[in-house]
Nanobody, 122 residues
Framework: VQLVESGGGLVQTGGSLRLSCVGS????????MGWFRQAPGKEREFVAV????????TYADSVKGRFTISADDADDTLYLQMNNMKPEDSAVYYC????????????????WGQGTQVTVSS
């Protein structure tokens, strides 16, 4: 059971990045896949979730209209497309998987990736 994120890096304000999360084993047999982020000195926060069976998505208000979560079942990959990025988007981004649930809370998730750093310069 493993989730591995990639795609983080440094981008200027207004720029774009696409994060990927490749799953293996039981982690990607789950219905709920989410992205969270944690900035220095802050608690980890919800960013977006997708329910793979119905392709239902939910976003934090802070990213709504700018970020898009998607999942490719063919290659077991979860994506987060981030557009019009802002300095406050800077954080370590984590993908996570859960068998069921709303996907809005950390404690619903059984599996986590190691995180990928995203930095947005002003």
């Amino acid at each position: 059971v493993q989730l591995v994120e990639s795609g983080g890096g440094l981008v200027q304000t207004g720029g774009s990045l696409r994060l990927s999360c490749v799953g293996s084993g039981r982690a990607f047999g789950t219905d709920v896949m989410g992205w969270f982020r944690q900035a220095p000195g802050k608690e980890r926060e919800f960013v977006a979730v997708i329910h793979r069976l119905g392709r239902v998505t939910t976003y934090a208000d802070s990213v709504k209209g700018r970020f898009t979560i998607s999942a490719d079942d063919a290659d077991d990959t979860l994506y987060l497309q981030m557009n019009n990025m802002k300095p406050e988007d800077s954080a370590v981004y984590y993908c996570a998987a859960a068998p069921v649930g709303s996907g809005l809370r950390e404690d619903e998730y059984d599996y986590w990736g190691q995180g990928t750093q995203v930095t947005v310069s002003s």
